[in-house]
């Protein structure tokens, strides 16, 4: 065994932590959850062109259909022979495609602005804001006529039973609650706690789905139709109860609300082709900007720019603006709601090289790993999804060096008579039999991250933690500097997996471990002391790795 002796017990250096992931690209969840409703619009202002470039437009589903017709009739504005292509997307789909550079639209306006940021972080080109804001429409809450609340506070109105907030992972509307209500208290420092604590039920509600909650059209139907309180926009409401008839009834607590803005992104990733498509965002921003757009927004239900009530007396009328002077406030409010909101998917991989017979008392360190496995697997809700592998050199038959146990499955599934949690307690306890041989580290790390790439699930905080007490040991095997940049080649921002790693004692090769979690934005961890494995276990996995 050829071992390391570090201290350190967590990568703190400079690497992207899930922190960065959830925090700062959360967004990437809208990849499953999003509604792409293809509008398929194509649109030619130019004529005596040759020939013809087009260039494609996502926006928010609310605002796509209008965007649509705005452009089908405007004809004197030069775009340069190109034409527009207009497809409706949730702001968390665009925003995760954006991080993958495929399939990212050339302009794009999403719901809110706080998209931008977030996106720009992740994306594989340019994130260029052409204008702030082409509409708007403030949140509300939705409810049947004679049914609504009156909450004074949007604290008040995250703490109403059964409230429909939808995913703030997906949906600007959604954020927009959580928005208004840390603005309510944005310069006292214990009211963002409690905000965060009213979300706190919301998230575990989001965890225990096993589909996305309505937005849009469906969601106001379903209030229509069984009651209950939702959130909105103004305009969702307007246009809803232009087609039906009334019924809903839209309210705002009188603090003010926060207000959808709907900018013009330019994100076509090339750079020859993001110039070109800033040119071409520019004629799109001056139709959009003229008198008959904002008329033609008017009638569909938007706002103007500046949030001016509609006319005609409707909607909610005068609404003050309950905006964030600093936007890591909500950042960290929505990282905090993605690691409650989003379960586990985890494979956990456990050494099970000669060295872990080495005696820890008077049980051996295996027994101690078993053990931590087995509290993890006592401890966590149904939500969670695990499999297990074991790994030495050679062990899965060949040059492979992992044997898969149990593949990854949810906890309340029932397989062969047995829930997943019992074969996963099952199997653990029978890793001790497979101890002997060295240890092949690096393979595994490598195909464990590939394989949960594979089967992502975009509504789990997806991972991998290894066990080791070792350093790698199989000459046979790709290089630590190989692992390295592979791992780094492969990290999909819109498909995000960390691997965790948890050193077993300081023959662990701590240096390593720290950098295989550095790379895919995990954390390391080291147990010094064998009987602190089972703790160092439950809480890698509680904490999703950050």
């Given at each position: 065994?050829?071992?390391?002796?570090?201290?350190?017990?967590?990568?703190?250096?400079?690497?992207?932590?899930?922190?960065?992931?959830?925090?700062?690209?959360?967004?990437?969840?809208?990849?499953?959850?999003?509604?792409?409703?293809?509008?398929?619009?194509?649109?030619s202002w130019t004529g005596g062109c040759d020939q013809l470039s087009e260039y494609t437009l996502a926006a928010d589903p609310s605002i796509a259909p209008t965007l649509s017709d705005i452009l089908?009739?405007?004809?004197?504005?030069?775009t340069g022979c190109a034409t527009i292509a207009v497809s409706a997307a949730t702001s968390g789909d665009i925003a995760g495609r954006l991080g993958k550079g495929t399939d990212a639209p050339d302009l794009w306006i999403p719901d809110t602005g706080a998209w931008v940021g977030k996106a720009a972080l992740t994306a594989a080109g340019p994130v260029e804001v052409m204008t702030g804001s082409i509409a708007s429409s403030p949140i509300v809450l939705v409810s049947r006529e004679g049914e609504a609340p009156a909450p004074q506070t949007w604290l008040a109105a995250l703490h109403l039973e059964n409230i429909q907030l939808g995913n703030p992972l997906v949906t600007g509307v959604a954020q927009g609650p959580i928005t208004a209500a840390l603005a309510e208290g944005e310069s006292d420092p214990v009211s963002t706690g409690t905000v965060r604590a009213a979300l706190v039920p919301l998230a575990q509600e989001e965890s225990a789905r096993t589909t996305d909650e309505p937005i849009g059209v469906e969601m106001l139907r379903g209030v229509a139709d069984n009651g209950g309180v939702a959130v909105a926009t103004e305009q969702a409401v307007v246009d809803y109860t232009a087609d039906t008839g009334p019924g809903l009834v839209a309210t705002v607590p009188p603090t003010g609300s926060n207000f959808m803005n709907f900018?013009?992104?330019?994100?076509?990733?090339?750079?020859?082709?993001?110039?070109?498509?800033?040119?071409?965002?520019?004629?799109?921003?001056?139709?959009?900007?003229?008198?008959?757009?904002?008329?033609?927004?008017?009638?569909?239900?938007?706002?103007?720019?500046?949030?001016?009530?509609?006319?005609?007396?409707?909607g909610v009328g005068e609404v003050p603006d309950l905006g964030l002077t600093e936007e890591t406030v909500l950042q960290d409010a929505l990282g905090a709601w993605a690691l409650m909101a989003l379960p586990i998917r985890t494979l956990v991989a456990i050494d099970v090289s000669g060295s872990m017979e080495t005696p820890a008392g008077n049980r051996s360190r295996m027994d101690l790993t078993?053990?931590?496995?087995?509290?993890?697997?006592?401890?966590?809700?149904?939500?969670?999804?695990?499999?297990?592998?074991?790994?030495?050199?050679?062990?899965?038959?060949?040059?492979?060096?992992?044997?898969?146990?149990v593949p990854i499955r949810r906890y309340d599934t029932v397989v062969d008579g047995l829930t997943q949690r019992q074969v996963?307690?099952?199997?653990?306890?029978?890793?001790?039999?497979?101890?002997?041989?060295?240890?092949?580290?690096?393979?595994?790390?490598?195909?464990?991250?590939?394989?949960?790439?594979?089967?992502y699930d975009p509504r789990a905080v997806n991972s991998v933690i290894i066990l080791t007490d070792g350093a790698n040991e199989d000459p046979d095997s790709i290089t630590k500097e190989q692992l390295l940049s592979i791992l780094e080649r492969e990290m999909d921002p819109a498909r995000p997996v960390i691997i965790v790693t948890i050193g077993i004692t300081d023959d662990a090769d701590a240096a390593t471990l720290?950098?295989?979690?550095?790379?895919?934005?995990?954390?390391s961890y080291v147990a010094k002391d064998p009987a602190d494995i089972s703790n160092v276990f439950v809480n890698a996995l509680a904490a999703r790795g950050r």
């Open positions: 065994m050829v071992g390391g002796r570090h201290s350190s017990t967590r990568d703190e250096r400079g690497g992207r932590s899930l922190g960065f992931y959830l925090i700062c690209a959360v967004v990437v969840v809208g990849l499953a959850a999003s509604v792409v409703v293809i509008v398929q619009e194509v649109r089908g009739e405007a004809k004197d504005t030069d900018p013009l992104v330019v994100t076509s990733p090339a750079p020859d082709r993001h110039y070109k498509a800033t040119q071409v965002a520019r004629a799109v921003a001056e139709v959009l900007g003229s008198e008959s757009s904002r008329t033609a927004f008017a009638d569909s239900g938007f706002r103007g720019p500046d949030g001016s009530p509609l006319p005609g007396g409707r078993v053990d931590a496995a087995l509290a993890g697997n006592a401890m966590f809700p149904d939500s969670v999804s695990a499999g297990l592998w074991a790994f030495s050199q050679g062990l899965g038959g060949g040059p492979q060096d992992y044997r898969e146990m996963m307690a099952q199997q653990a306890e029978k890793v001790d039999g497979l101890v002997g041989g060295a240890t092949g580290l690096y393979d595994t790390a490598l195909a464990a991250f590939r394989t949960v790439q594979e089967t720290a950098e295989i979690s550095r790379v895919t934005g995990g954390s």
